[in-house]
């Protein structure tokens, strides 16, 4: 089998820095927030040129933590697209606050910043937009009418570490960036990670409050928080593998561009954002007959996915939102039509002839 991703291959390469790191992390008898976590905090901010940097646990809890902290809650509009991961749009929901959508660039597959006006009401408090499979959003006019009037920018930046947008790092172009760790993303824990980085240190000191419970004085807590720590396990891993996402980055690019000359016109794939460097944590293609692509090339042993199947404005738990099939005609015909081939730094291009001769047969009969 061909698989989606290839930590094990990942693993290999790193291997004695990454044991070593876990060893001394085991050894240290410190393995909630500590000296590795502060370490990673600063060395992430460095990487993204912001201020700050706060780690979490996950992704999801950058997003919501991230959002608290920009201060939005009940009674408050969120924007945001419905062509995303679930966590997006959740993490809106679990501070309270309301989400709206709009639909996304046919093109691109990130926030359409022309649609964006209509979506924005006197509730508006924050625009979300999310840097799909590796690709910044594109973000100088949704920091124009962010501006004008008054709202929070939060990045989800979940599977986009390093990417830039003209020059600036995803995550360090609105008033908060949010990475995901998970195990897929380009930048790995050995487990669950995620973190927050922001050029406010105010937003960086609510996040850091909340991540652990929040504030407290002489009567207790003040605020509610959580329980959204990264550990120090974590965090040591993370400072190793840090050191070579820039490489992995280059890697992935050049598997990306060989996928695009050997698949050729046989289907097509996300257009480029003006101004953006992809980073490529997803390689999804497009055609009318993703079903049977995706049945090939689980025939020729090659593990494909589709992110996403469905748009968020159309699962059952978002029902309530109200919104019904045809209100996103873009992020509706996605979902129809993605497919996210394997790709991975260690990728060989005889595992990728292979993969793109399945597609190519497929796309074309
Ligand atoms: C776009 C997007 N947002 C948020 C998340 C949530 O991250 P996590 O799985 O670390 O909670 C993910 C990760 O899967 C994601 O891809």
Redesign the pocket.
């Known amino acids: 089998m061909i698989p989606l991703v290839d930590l094990q291959a990942q693993h290999e390469r790193i291997r004695g820095d990454v044991e070593a790191a876990a060893v001394r992390v085991l050894r240290s008898g410190r393995y909630a927030s500590g000296p590795e976590v502060e370490a990673f905090e600063q060395q992430f901010a460095t990487y993204c040129g912001t201020a700050c940097a706060v780690g979490v646990n ?3 809890s950058a ?1 919501y933590v991230a959002l608290v902290a920009a201060g939005i809650g009940a009674g408050d509009e969120v924007v945001t697209v419905p062509f ?2 679930v ?2 749009v959740d993490a809106i929901r679990r501070t309270g606050a309301d989400v709206r959508f709009v639909d996304v660039d046919p093109g691109t597959l990130t926030m359409d910043p022309a649609a964006l006006e209509a979506a924005v009401s006197r509730r508006t408090r924050a625009i979300l937009p ?1 840097h799909l499979y590796g690709q910044p959003a594109d973000m100088d006019p949704i920091l124009e009418l962010a501006r004008r009037h008054g709202l929070a920018v939060v990045e ?1 930046a ?2 986009a570490h390093g990417a830039r947008y003209k020059g600036r790092r995803a995550g360090s172009i609105g008033d908060a960036g949010c990475f ?3 195990p897929t993303k380009n930048l790995s824990a050995a487990g ?1 990670g ?1 973190i927050i980085v922001a050029n406010d240190p105010e937003l960086a000191r609510a996040a850091r409050s909340l991540r652990s419970w929040g504030p407290t004085d002489a009567g207790g807590r003040t605020e509610a928080g959580g329980n959204y720590r990264m550990d120090e396990m974590q965090a040591a891993v993370l400072r190793v593998k840090l050191q070579h996402l820039d490489e992995w980055t280059r890697e992935r690019r050049t598997v990306a561009e060989r996928y695009d000359a050997l698949l050729g016109t046989a289907v097509t794939t996300p257009s480029r954002v003006p101004g953006a460097e992809h980073v490529c944590n997803v390689y999804a293609i497009r055609s009318p007959r993703r079903d049977a692509i995706r049945a090939a090339l689980l025939a020729a042993r090659v593990e494909c996915a589709v992110h996403y199947p469905a748009p968020i404005h159309l699962q059952a738990p978002y029902a309530d939102l109200g919104y019904r099939a045809g209100a996103f005609p873009h992020a509706e015909q996605a979902a129809r039509e993605v497919l996210s081939l394997p790709i991975y730094p260690e990728l060989s291009e005889e595992r990728q002839l292979a993969v793109v001769k399945a597609v190519r047969q497929a796309a074309t009969s």
């Open positions: 996950s992704g999801t997003l995303t991961f966590a997006t999310v989800d979940a599977q995901s760790f998970y669950e995620g």
